[in-house]
């Protein structure tokens, strides 16, 4: 990892080589420590990270496959919750944090998912069809930019989206 500058706004961030030493750590969702994602399974730490709006919590996962099954986790429960367009889907995924996620990152992100998935952004997703399940998951990494940095294929994923209507035990990090 690299520590640099963004030129346009100042703010420091890092940046994963292409190679990471081992042992690496995984968040291809970039999902933020809550009371509710910490007791995920495969969640070895958390790590305060600067991002363009300031200092933020993150969690990461001791493989790719369960940091991007809590992905497909949590946006499954999402969706069940009737978040189940691209639209809502990724607006509830995303969170009410305006200046982190503002309306052009979000239309970014939404058209993504329609290219990725094949749905229009106000078509009903099925909970429980795995390959649009497993499409979202890529798309998810694609827009948050983790899909080339933990090179995830096509298989691991699915694999992730199959494990993710499976409950499993909560991280053993939870329980410190």
Not at 30 to 43: E, Q
Not at 96 to 108: F, Q, V
Not at 136 to 146: D, F, H, R
């Amino acid at each position: 990892m690299v520590l640099e500058v963004d030129k346009g706004s100042g703010v420091p961030f890092i940046k994963m080589k292409k190679k990471p030493n081992l042992p690496l750590l995984y968040n291809v969702g970039n999902i933020k420590s809550t009371k509710t994602t910490r007791p995920f399974h495969g969640v070895v730490m958390e790590k305060i990270e600067e991002t363009r709006d300031g200092p933020k919590t993150f969690l990461y996962f001791d493989t790719a496959i369960n940091a991007a099954r809590a992905v497909t986790y949590t946006q499954k429960k999402l969706i069940e919750e009737g978040n189940n367009t691209i639209d809502s889907l990724v607006d509830a995924y995303l969170g009410s944090d305006m200046k982190e996620n503002p309306s052009e990152n979000r239309e970014g992100y939404k058209r993504r998912l329609e290219q990725d998935t094949g749905l229009n952004r106000f078509d009903e997703i099925n909970p429980e069809d795995v390959n649009t399940l497993a499409k979202i998951n890529k798309g998810t990494q694609l827009a948050e930019g983790t899909y080339k940095r933990y090179n995830m294929k096509d298989k691991d994923i699915l694999e992730a989206v199959k494990k993710a209507f499976t409950e499993l035990p909560d991280s053993e990090y939870s329980k410190q």
